[in-house]
């Protein structure tokens, strides 16, 4: 099994950049991709990005440009840097990973975007 922990949330001003963290701990080799969703009061769980294993990646359309996803293998950790920050990125962002024997989601972490 897999054990994510999310960090790096928090209040901030629109325009403002944010880092968050997931670390992973447990059957870290089993894990072939990690990512981020996030949720936000009222709506479903939306995606926001992915890496591979591979260091291959993707991101949600309203994100584009203004988000990265990245890793550090040797701390079993992936981030999400998060810049020229909106409103409409309130939410909840949930870490989680992919494995041969199914996924995990870490706790979650608030990250508010007001003035």
């Known amino acids: 099994q897999v054990q994510l922990a999310e960090s790096g949330g928090g209040l901030v001003q629109p325009g403002g950049s944010l880092r968050l963290s997931c670390a992973a701990s447990g059957s870290i080799s089993s894990i072939n991709s990690m990512g981020w969703h996030r949720q936000a009061p009222g709506k479903q769980r939306e995606f926001v990005t992915y890496i591979t294993k591979t260091g291959r990646t993707n991101y949600a359309d309203s994100v584009k440009g203004r988000f990265t996803i990245s890793r550090d293998n040797a701390k079993n950790t992936v981030y999400l840097q998060m810049n020229s920050l909106k409103p409409e990125d309130t939410a909840v962002y949930y870490c989680?990973?992919?494995?041969?024997?199914?996924?995990?989601w870490g706790q979650g972490t608030q990250v508010t975007v007001s003035s």
């Open positions: 989680y990973s992919g494995s041969t024997t199914g996924g995990s």
